[in-house]
């Protein structure tokens, strides 16, 4: 009820008259039955305008920490994503991630859009980071289609440590359902899930231009933080 009074009432009017959304080729979502949609991740809005364009309801799978805030930031974080219908993870561990995967199936299940961003986290920098092997999992389980996203401009409105948005067009681009058929049976394979993975990557670094890095976001975050504190004089943890 809340998802749908955001996106028509609320935020979903002001978004359309500010930053004016354009798409292409959103007649790939299927107008019933699961689905999977794999975006890049640029920016924290970048959910917002995916939902606001697609006709359907979206689950996405957002981290714990939206749910878990302490005082009235949190108190506010956590009842906007309650009330909208999205789903915690807990990224901390591999039975966490597992966690995941398995909700992420149960949404399927029942029929759902599920928003995924494989990179795990969003970009520091506007370019594309190595894919987590969690969405070829869900892929090859569920046995739905799965349609890239390319969200263009929402690193310039919003990149990540920006609090207030910048008021500029941005766009959605959407990509041919990628098909894994040819994979059936093997979702216990790992060479095969990064094979999958490594493909919807690929999928999203045509789709919106981005260079690609074969590093996870995670990762070159911390490679930076690093760099940061030795360029600031403070000792290495090393």
């Not at 948005?165 to 959605?172: N, W």
Request: a neutral charge; charged letters at 25%; aromatic letters at 10%.
């Amino acid at each position: 009820m809340l998802y749908w009074l955001f996106k028509w009432i609320v935020i979903g009017p002001w978004l359309r008259v500010l930053y004016r959304p354009w798409t292409e080729d959103m007649d790939v979502i299927p107008p019933q039955g699961p689905a999977i949609l794999v975006s890049n991740h640029l920016s924290f809005c970048d959910s917002f305008f995916l939902a606001l364009v697609v006709d359907r309801r979206i689950t996405f799978l957002a981290k714990q920490e939206y749910f878990t805030g302490k005082g009235i930031k949190g108190l506010i974080s956590r009842a906007f994503f309650t009330g909208v219908g999205q789903v915690p993870i807990d990224r901390s561990s591999g039975r966490a991630a597992e966690a995941a995967i398995n909700t992420g199936l149960r949404v399927l299940s029942d029929g759902h859009l599920l928003g995924i961003y494989p990179e795990g986290t969003r970009t520091a920098d506007g370019r594309l980071y190595r894919g987590k092997t969690g969405v070829a999992r869900m892929a090859l389980e569920s046995r739905v289609p799965v349609i890239p996203v390319a969200m263009i401009g929402t690193y310039e409105i919003q990149p990540p440590g920006q609090v207030r948005p910048h008021i500029r067009r941005v766009g959605i681009r959407f990509g041919q359902p990628l098909d894994f058929s040819r994979y059936d049976g093997l979702e216990g394979d790992r060479f095969v899930l990064r094979s999958v993975t490594d493909e919807i990557m690929y999928a999203l670094m045509g789709l919106s231009d981005q260079e690609y890095v074969d590093v996870y976001a995670a990762r070159a975050k911390q490679i930076r933080a690093e760099k940061a504190a030795v360029a600031a004089g403070e000792p290495d943890d090393d």
